[in-house]
């Protein structure tokens, strides 16, 4: 048995000798260094720019400008942004190209001998730009007085809408004999992986271009790369080598398509060398996407017994400039205001924004968190107001195997909310109150006021989908090679799956060798090039470990078929298609939307200093159903990893993002916690209830103990102090505002 | 970034004050490098030389003198926290030094680069001001000692003129009885700026209690609380109602800025709690030196 196991990672050795080498620590024979030029315009209309002087640098070789996309647009599921911006760039694109909408849209990529030469032409390119009117956030860009897009035909800022009508409303509040509401602001929030972006692109013998990056879709980044370089797609290679994690942030081109350009554009010049860019920290907090902000209103009606009989809400998410993944991430929320719970009436808008601000995209949760932020604030809050145990009031409400979704079609079998938070009840206690033992560090020398210490105890829930949803393409391949003579004695797995650092390859590796029924140490793999694997689909919405285990499962089934047929080495490929999913109906929301789903629960306890605003989280026991932990060390890593960054999503990391400018984009002004500043415990309870469909029953897990985190925390300080906070990150400085406000401090 | 020309590394004081005397050459000096650095890394500038002034032993010295320690400007952090004498005599200069940022940055930067980068937060000047701290200035034209609380003009200012370097923080031998602390609140537990941080020194006279309470983190440059000061000023006793209106009178006295950190309301809050707490400890304290 290999899965299962703590089977070491594959990448271990070399990642702690320093062997792995990222994107940032590749080079070659004859390297040229690379600067991207962001527009640092938030709304302006580039008049002209001219790159003499930038080429007049000692060392400048080359500079790409828009010019050079042949079809100037990016888009991972709409294409409304250009690569680069410039006067006469837009091309047989319809999205104009002289228009900067977001202060890291990119304008030219200047290429010189060294980076220094590189970042002096740069500084020399003259640009002459007018600037245009803001709509910078949800608040100006709901007026419509300023349109981010007025390309779009729909002509407001409000580009995307999804309806859930469920139920009979008036019937629902009539039965409602309490009725809750709230309004949550959610904020941005920084990916902050520890590997800046970065990559190296050159054209091989082939004339293949070529482009070494950290990703999450091998195939995904060819595709734009060839779309917007108007090349067929087999001419264009995408390898990527170790990725310093992801976290969705690398969901879209930060580089991919620009180093590709700048490789392509050297090689027509005749100039055959490798050019690199590597993004320092500002550039990547600058230039990349971030978890969307959100402003979410809601009403939420209860009978004296528990049971949620009404649910109005109304969401903005702020997309920021481009779309990204927004529309999809608007959906993740849009089905997650209601919770793991089944709930009858259901009236919810949601609406994404387009806005003159960073876009919103990608980031572990996927619109979950800002979702369930309301889903479990309210449920909360509920209880309160009914006198009712936090657990209890989510039994009488939770879904099970056969009921219907918000969606009003059934959930897809396996739904264990209910065991997880069983698991979760146990492990943690809840039912005896033991007394809460934590301290608060924060006041060096003194050390807090024992009087002005608060303890408390609370708990959220959540479900997030596993797979792609609504219809999207769903797919994931994987070939295996046999070898041996009278028995198959070595695998091999050739998968395009990205190892993010979460240990993918690992897991694939532990499956495949599970799935010949050889020693782990007999199994090898080849991984993320698009030169000899197929499509994968992405590292994300939970889904690889499930999809790669699915089609490494087909692909040995193929190989031992041919093995048995006498093939030597025996080959199987196999394409895993799980069952198809539905978009949602436009004006109901109706729809079989998921295929298949995770479950997960969470218990903190906190302690507050009043006198400070200081909050420290003591235990965290997390439930989450894994399905079948293909390697418990790893899934203990991912519940630790996401708590530690639902922490900082929580409680210290704050953007300010002011007139379309982010103002403190460094790790001394952002700040995620520190090793110090985590919890004293995360407790782990790994439930295992296994999916219909999943490869020896496992379900996803990587971004679901993310989610609860933040209202769970909330839920605590609740409990320790009687105030409720609607908005996050809880800094002291918030903290301490809204004690005061209460009376508390 | 700024182009840098060359580094220098002199061992001879009167070469170094000569090479930052010339007028032709735009230098900084530089000890453990992890402001400057930073700084330079990213902001634009002219052409700088940099020189480097930990070859320079005398400057590396902590020096006990008849009447006060002389703590030379390269003096670092870890042998500020490692010194035996400022754990006897002044540990609050150990309390502030341990917590700024972390060992590795505490490896490398010293009393004097965080004096004269002239942060606001800077976790060793609130204790340095509440020790009468003077800075010891040279430079080719001769020494000139300023008391630290005039020290500072601004963020990243001080009164050095063109040619003048930091030579030495001078700090007097205590008040018999005197006992003094640093505290600090910041968001993260470690490796972070203070929001703010307060040093207090309390001692008795013959006209009665006699305290210093130095701010960071709540003005232009770091402070002292001059109008709170007077409030203890000849108390027979500390106890937690003067505590609290000399806090209050040290928070009215301050207009700090909101950023990341913290707001300007809260900054205010924080002062007038801390330094009461301050207070009411370092009080208990003084009391058990009379009686010891």
Same mark, same amino acid.
């Given at each position: 048995m290999t899965v299962g196991t703590n089977a070491r990672r594959i990448d271990s050795s070399d990642k702690v000798t320093g062997a792995a080498l990222y994107p940032g620590d590749l080079s070659a024979d004859n390297v040229l260094s690379a600067k991207v030029v962001f527009s640092d315009r938030p709304h302006a209309r580039m008049v002209s720019?001219?790159?003499a002087a930038a080429f007049a640098v000692d060392g400048v070789v080359e500079v790409v400008t828009a010019a050079d996309i042949p079809l100037n647009e990016y888009g991972l599921t709409m294409f409304d942004q250009p690569v680069l911006i410039g006067v006469d760039g837009t091309g047989k694109s319809h999205i104009p190209s002289n228009i900067s909408r977001w202060e890291a849209d990119q304008v030219a990529i200047v290429i010189a001998e060294t980076e220094a030469s590189a970042i002096a032409g740069a500084r020399a390119l003259t640009i002459e730009w007018e600037d245009l009117p803001l709509a910078p956030d949800l608040t100006a860009a709901k007026t419509d007085e300023t349109l981010v897009h007025p390309e779009n035909p729909i002509n407001s800022n409000t580009y995307t809408t999804l309806r859930i009508r469920k139920g009979d409303m008036e019937a629902g509040w009539a039965e409602a004999d309490v009725v809750i509401e709230g309004t949550y602001h959610l904020p941005h929030q920084e990916h902050a992986y520890l590997q800046p972006e970065a990559g190296l692109a050159y054209v091989d013998a082939d004339g293949v271009v070529t482009v070494k990056v950290a990703g999450q879709w091998t195939h995904e980044d060819r595709e734009q790369i060839a779309h917007a370089l108007e090349l067929p797609e087999p001419m264009v290679r995408v390898i990527y080598p170790a990725i310093g994690g992801a976290f969705g942030g690398r969901e879209d081109m930060s580089l991919q398509i620009v180093l590709a350009a700048a490789a392509l554009k050297l090689h027509h010049r005749g100039i055959d060398r490798p050019v690199r860019i590597v993004w320092n920290r500002?550039?990547?907090?600058?230039?990349?996407?971030?978890?969307? #902000?959100?402003?979410?209103?809601?009403?939420?009606?209860? #009978?004296?017994?528990?049971?949620?009989?009404?649910?109005?809400?109304?969401?903005?998410?702020?997309?920021?400039? /481009?779309? /990204?993944?927004?529309?999809?991430?608007?959906?993740?929320?849009?089905l997650t205001i209601t919770g793991p719970y089944n709930i009858d009436n259901a009236h919810i808008d949601s609406h994404a924004v387009y806005t003159h601000s960073v876009p919103g995209g990608a980031f572990r949760g996927f619109g979950g968190p800002q979702g369930s932020f309301v889903s479990e604030n309210q449920m909360n809050k509920v209880a309160e107001a009914l006198d009712m145990d936090p657990i209890e009031i989510r039994r009488i409400n939770l879904l099970h195997d056969g009921d219907d979704f918000i969606t009003q079609r059934p959930m897809p079998d396996g739904v264990s909310i209910e065991t997880v938070i069983d698991e979760l009840v146990e492990v943690s206690e809840w039912d005896q109150r033991r007394p809460i033992d934590v301290v608060v560090p924060n006041i060096r020398t003194l050390g807090s006021n024992p009087s002005a210490i608060r303890t408390g105890r609370g708990m959220a829930c959540a479900l997030k989908n596993v797979g792609f949803t609504m219809g999207?393409? *769903?797919?994931? *391949?994987?070939?295996?090679?046999? #070898?041996?003579?009278? /028995?198959?004695?070595?695998? *091999?797995?050739?998968?395009?799956?990205?190892?993010? %650092?979460?240990?993918?390859?690992?897991?694939?590796?532990?499956?495949?060798?599970?799935?010949?029924?050889?020693?782990?140490?007999?199994?090898? %793999?080849?991984f993320s090039d698009t030169a000899t694997s197929g499509n994968s689909g992405s590292a994300s919405a939970s889904r690889l470990t499930f999809m790669a285990g699915n089609s490494i499962?087909?692909?040995? *089934?193929?190989?031992?078929?041919?093995?048995?047929?006498?093939?030597?080495?025996?080959? %199987?490929?196999? #394409? /895993?298609v799980p069952p198809p999913t539905e978009a949602m109906d436009p004006t109901t929301g109706k729809g079989n939307v998921f295929f298949a789903l995770g479950y997960v629960a969470e218990i903190v306890e906190i302690a507050v200093d009043v006198e400070t605003g200081h909050v420290r989280v003591g235990t965290v026991y997390c439930a989450v159903d894994v399905g079948k932990a293909i390697n418990p060390t790893l899934v203990r890593g991912q519940v630790e990893g996401a708590i530690v960054q639902a922490h900082g999503y929580a409680l210290t990391e704050r953007l300010r993002v002011k007139d379309g400018r982010i103002e403190n984009p460094t790790l001394s002004g952002y700040l995620v916690p520190g090793s110090m500043d985590t919890p004293d415990r995360i407790e782990t309870i790994s439930v295992e209830v296994a999916d219909p469909l999943g490869p020896w029953g496992a379900r996803g897990m990587a971004e679901m103990p993310f989610i609860p985190y933040a209202p769970a925390v909330v839920a605590a300080l609740h409990d320790a102090t009687g105030v409720w906070f609607d908005e996050i990150p809880l800094t002291p400085d918030r903290v301490l505002a809204g004690l005061k406000e209460a009376g508390v401090s | 970034m700024a182009s840098i020309k060359e580094v220098v590394r002199p061992t001879d004081l009167q070469d170094l004050l000569s090479i930052i005397a010339d007028r032709e050459v735009e230098s900084r000096l530089v000890a453990g490098g992890t402001d400057l650095l930073l700084k330079y890394r990213t902001q634009p500038g002219p052409e700088i030389s940099i020189v480097d002034i930990t070859g320079i032993t005398e400057l590396g010295e902590i020096i006990e003198e008849s009447d006060g320690l002389r703590i030379g400007a390269a003096v670092r952090l870890v042998d500020i926290i490692a010194s035996?004498?400022?754990?006897?005599?002044?540990?609050?200069? @150990?309390?502030? @030094?341990?917590v700024v940022a972390g060992p590795q940055i505490r490896n490398m930067a010293t009393v004097g680069g965080n004096v004269c980068n002239a942060s606001p937060s800077a976790d060793t000047i609130p204790p340095l001001l509440v020790l009468r701290a003077e800075a010891q200035i040279v430079s080719a034209s001769g020494r000139r000692s300023v008391p630290l609380d005039r020290f500072f003009l601004g963020p990243g200012k001080t009164i050095l003129d063109r040619g003048e370097m930091l030579e030495a923080l001078w700090i007097p031998w205590p008040t018999t009885g005197a006992v003094a602390s640093y505290t600090k609140l910041s968001p993260r537990r470690a490796m972070d700026l203070a929001v703010v941080g307060v040093a207090v020194a309390l001692w008795n006279n013959s006209g009665g209690l006699d305290a210093r309470i130095g701010l960071g983190a709540v003005a232009p440059t770091p402070i002292r609380a001059m109008a709170a000061e007077e409030v203890i000023k000849g108390s027979v006793k500390m106890d937690s109602s003067l505590a609290t209106e000399a806090a209050q009178m040290a928070a009215a006295g301050i207009s700090p800025i909101s950023d990341v950190r913290g707001g300007a309301d809260y900054r205010k809050k924080m002062v007038e709690r801390l330094v009461t707490r301050l207070l009411v400890d370092l009080g208990e304290r003084v009391g058990e030196q009379q009686e010891a």
């Amino acid at each position: 048995m290999t899965v299962g196991t703590n089977a070491r990672r594959i990448d271990s050795s070399d990642k702690v000798t320093g062997a792995a080498l990222y994107p940032g620590d590749l080079s070659a024979d004859n390297v040229l260094s690379a600067k991207v030029v962001f527009s640092d315009r938030p709304h302006a209309r580039m008049v002209s720019m001219d790159t003499a002087a930038a080429f007049a640098v000692d060392g400048v070789v080359e500079v790409v400008t828009a010019a050079d996309i042949p079809l100037n647009e990016y888009g991972l599921t709409m294409f409304d942004q250009p690569v680069l911006i410039g006067v006469d760039g837009t091309g047989k694109s319809h999205i104009p190209s002289n228009i900067s909408r977001w202060e890291a849209d990119q304008v030219a990529i200047v290429i010189a001998e060294t980076e220094a030469s590189a970042i002096a032409g740069a500084r020399a390119l003259t640009i002459e730009w007018e600037d245009l009117p803001l709509a910078p956030d949800l608040t100006a860009a709901k007026t419509d007085e300023t349109l981010v897009h007025p390309e779009n035909p729909i002509n407001s800022n409000t580009y995307t809408t999804l309806r859930i009508r469920k139920g009979d409303m008036e019937a629902g509040w009539a039965e409602a004999d309490v009725v809750i509401e709230g309004t949550y602001h959610l904020p941005h929030q920084e990916h902050a992986y520890l590997q800046p972006e970065a990559g190296l692109a050159y054209v091989d013998a082939d004339g293949v271009v070529t482009v070494k990056v950290a990703g999450q879709w091998t195939h995904e980044d060819r595709e734009q790369i060839a779309h917007a370089l108007e090349l067929p797609e087999p001419m264009v290679r995408v390898i990527y080598p170790a990725i310093g994690g992801a976290f969705g942030g690398r969901e879209d081109m930060s580089l991919q398509i620009v180093l590709a350009a700048a490789a392509l554009k050297l090689h027509h010049r005749g100039i055959d060398r490798p050019v690199r860019i590597v993004w320092n920290r500002e550039e990547s907090i600058v230039g990349h996407h971030k978890r969307h #902000r959100a402003e979410i209103a809601t009403r939420w009606g209860a #009978r004296k017994d528990g049971s949620i009989v009404a649910v109005e809400a109304e969401a903005f998410l702020d997309a920021g400039a /481009y779309n /990204y993944t927004s529309s999809k991430v608007l959906a993740n929320l849009h089905l997650t205001i209601t919770g793991p719970y089944n709930i009858d009436n259901a009236h919810i808008d949601s609406h994404a924004v387009y806005t003159h601000s960073v876009p919103g995209g990608a980031f572990r949760g996927f619109g979950g968190p800002q979702g369930s932020f309301v889903s479990e604030n309210q449920m909360n809050k509920v209880a309160e107001a009914l006198d009712m145990d936090p657990i209890e009031i989510r039994r009488i409400n939770l879904l099970h195997d056969g009921d219907d979704f918000i969606t009003q079609r059934p959930m897809p079998d396996g739904v264990s909310i209910e065991t997880v938070i069983d698991e979760l009840v146990e492990v943690s206690e809840w039912d005896q109150r033991r007394p809460i033992d934590v301290v608060v560090p924060n006041i060096r020398t003194l050390g807090s006021n024992p009087s002005a210490i608060r303890t408390g105890r609370g708990m959220a829930c959540a479900l997030k989908n596993v797979g792609f949803t609504m219809g999207m393409p *769903e797919q994931c *391949e994987a070939t295996v090679t046999l #070898r041996g003579d009278d /028995y198959v004695e070595f695998a *091999e797995l050739v998968h395009a799956g990205a190892d993010v %650092g979460q240990g993918a390859h690992t897991a694939f590796l532990q499956m495949l060798a599970e799935a010949v029924d050889i020693p782990f140490e007999n199994v090898t %793999g080849s991984f993320s090039d698009t030169a000899t694997s197929g499509n994968s689909g992405s590292a994300s919405a939970s889904r690889l470990t499930f999809m790669a285990g699915n089609s490494i499962q087909g692909a040995t *089934e193929e190989a031992k078929k041919a093995w048995i047929d006498g093939d030597r080495p025996a080959l %199987g490929h196999f #394409r /895993y298609v799980p069952p198809p999913t539905e978009a949602m109906d436009p004006t109901t929301g109706k729809g079989n939307v998921f295929f298949a789903l995770g479950y997960v629960a969470e218990i903190v306890e906190i302690a507050v200093d009043v006198e400070t605003g200081h909050v420290r989280v003591g235990t965290v026991y997390c439930a989450v159903d894994v399905g079948k932990a293909i390697n418990p060390t790893l899934v203990r890593g991912q519940v630790e990893g996401a708590i530690v960054q639902a922490h900082g999503y929580a409680l210290t990391e704050r953007l300010r993002v002011k007139d379309g400018r982010i103002e403190n984009p460094t790790l001394s002004g952002y700040l995620v916690p520190g090793s110090m500043d985590t919890p004293d415990r995360i407790e782990t309870i790994s439930v295992e209830v296994a999916d219909p469909l999943g490869p020896w029953g496992a379900r996803g897990m990587a971004e679901m103990p993310f989610i609860p985190y933040a209202p769970a925390v909330v839920a605590a300080l609740h409990d320790a102090t009687g105030v409720w906070f609607d908005e996050i990150p809880l800094t002291p400085d918030r903290v301490l505002a809204g004690l005061k406000e209460a009376g508390v401090s | 970034m700024a182009s840098i020309k060359e580094v220098v590394r002199p061992t001879d004081l009167q070469d170094l004050l000569s090479i930052i005397a010339d007028r032709e050459v735009e230098s900084r000096l530089v000890a453990g490098g992890t402001d400057l650095l930073l700084k330079y890394r990213t902001q634009p500038g002219p052409e700088i030389s940099i020189v480097d002034i930990t070859g320079i032993t005398e400057l590396g010295e902590i020096i006990e003198e008849s009447d006060g320690l002389r703590i030379g400007a390269a003096v670092r952090l870890v042998d500020i926290i490692a010194s035996d004498v400022v754990a006897e005599r002044f540990p609050v200069l @150990a309390e502030g @030094a341990v917590v700024v940022a972390g060992p590795q940055i505490r490896n490398m930067a010293t009393v004097g680069g965080n004096v004269c980068n002239a942060s606001p937060s800077a976790d060793t000047i609130p204790p340095l001001l509440v020790l009468r701290a003077e800075a010891q200035i040279v430079s080719a034209s001769g020494r000139r000692s300023v008391p630290l609380d005039r020290f500072f003009l601004g963020p990243g200012k001080t009164i050095l003129d063109r040619g003048e370097m930091l030579e030495a923080l001078w700090i007097p031998w205590p008040t018999t009885g005197a006992v003094a602390s640093y505290t600090k609140l910041s968001p993260r537990r470690a490796m972070d700026l203070a929001v703010v941080g307060v040093a207090v020194a309390l001692w008795n006279n013959s006209g009665g209690l006699d305290a210093r309470i130095g701010l960071g983190a709540v003005a232009p440059t770091p402070i002292r609380a001059m109008a709170a000061e007077e409030v203890i000023k000849g108390s027979v006793k500390m106890d937690s109602s003067l505590a609290t209106e000399a806090a209050q009178m040290a928070a009215a006295g301050i207009s700090p800025i909101s950023d990341v950190r913290g707001g300007a309301d809260y900054r205010k809050k924080m002062v007038e709690r801390l330094v009461t707490r301050l207070l009411v400890d370092l009080g208990e304290r003084v009391g058990e030196q009379q009686e010891a």
